[in-house]
């Protein structure tokens, strides 16, 4: 039998996401603190929950998609939150990104109510999220893994178990310090280009197919050039990926340079007010 699945967080990535679950046929509940997000899927068969206790009362397994730390700690613990509507044998999966390490103490706190956790941060942007061919990295009990592999192929295409608790996230932080890093080397290569007085469609064809050729060149240099600055991923995001990174970083005693500036140049960019621009918007803050 399909587990019952309860969706909190409607957002770029939650919204295509609970449709996919959907279309997969999973009994679908959903609740997102803005509730007009939730008519899209009410319209496609999903039942909207009054609160995120109601929705782990109607669910087998509750998946979050919110933006951060504190964002998810308030949709589990904080007062009508999933905490409240738990029960022995549920299981939470939270694919946001967020501190591995903050992760690995809400687990902790869920299995003391006999629930399992698992940290399952994806990556592949808006359209693989719509087009459920997410990446999945997992960390937690790997039986709890095993049994919701299920709905995470419903979601995705390359779905890893990285190992326990808290390792899904770190695998996340691996991958947004590359990710970062590969924005700000397509931003600043665009902005050369443009400088140079280049033909900027010649550039991305032929920079594209050789040694610099990158996701982030493919997916986002032809939104630089169509001057479309829609978020498919926010910059506030990237920039709070990276406070992260040099959290976490920081506390096991390393440096990472290259991130550190990363960082400040999205923070410039929130700064200078393109925060909710998607990750291309970086550019604008070099012209
Ligand atoms: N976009 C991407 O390409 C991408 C890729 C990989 C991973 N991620 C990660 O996925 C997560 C979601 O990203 P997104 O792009 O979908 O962001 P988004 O569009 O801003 O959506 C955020 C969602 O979280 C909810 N939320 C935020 N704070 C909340 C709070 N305190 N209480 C309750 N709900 C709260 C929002 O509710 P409202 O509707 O009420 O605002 C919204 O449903 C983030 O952790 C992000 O880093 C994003």
Redesign the pocket.
């Known amino acids: 039998m399909r587990e019952k699945i309860g969706f909190?967080?409607?957002?770029?990535?939650?919204q295509p996401m609970a449709q996919n679950l959907l279309r997969a046929g999973f009994p679908l509940t959903v609740f997102?603190?803005?509730r007009s997000?939730c008519q899209p899927l009410v319209a496609a068969g999903a039942t909207e929950a009054p609160s995120a206790a109601a929705l782990a009362q109607q669910s087998d397994v509750i998946i979050t998609?919110?933006?951060?730390t504190?964002?998810v700690e308030?949709?589990l613990f904080d007062p009508d939150g999933v905490w409240d509507g738990l029960a022995p044998g549920k299981v939470v999966i939270d694919?946001?990104?967020?501190s591995a390490d903050a992760t690995v103490k809400f687990a902790e706190k869920l299995k003391s109510r006999g629930c399992q956790m698992l940290d399952a941060?994806?990556?592949?942007?808006?359209q693989g999220?719509i087009r459920g061919t997410l990446t999945i990295m997992v960390g937690g009990d790997r039986a709890t893994f095993e049994r919701c592999r299920p709905i995470f192929e419903a979601l995705g295409e390359r779905i890893v178990y990285m190992g326990g608790s808290g390792c899904g996230q770190r695998t996340k932080m691996v991958n947004q310090v590359i990710a970062a890093l590969n924005i700000v080397a397509m931003t600043e290569g665009l902005h050369l280009a443009r400088k140079a007085g280049l033909d900027l469609e010649r550039v991305l064809e032929v920079v594209s197919s050789g040694a610099a050729g990158s996701w982030m060149l493919t997916h986002l240099g032809p939104k630089v050039l169509d001057g479309d600055f829609s978020?498919?991923?926010?910059i506030e995001?990237q920039q709070?990926?990276l406070r992260l990174v040099l959290e976490w970083i920081e506390r096991i005693g390393d440096d990472l340079p290259g991130a550190r500036l990363a960082y400040s140049l999205f923070t410039e960019a929130v700064t200078k007010g393109f925060g909710e621009q998607g990750t291309q918007g970086l550019i604008n803050i070099y012209e």
């Not at 909190?8 to 939650?14: E, K, N, S, V």
């Not at 694919?95 to 967020?98: A, D, L, R």
């Not at 941060?121 to 808006?126: F, H, K, V």
């Open positions: 909190i967080g409607l957002g770029i990535m939650g997102n603190r803005t997000r998609v919110v933006s951060d504190p964002d308030h949709v694919m946001s990104t967020i941060p994806i990556s592949g942007g808006q999220a978020p498919g991923f926010m995001l709070k990926d």
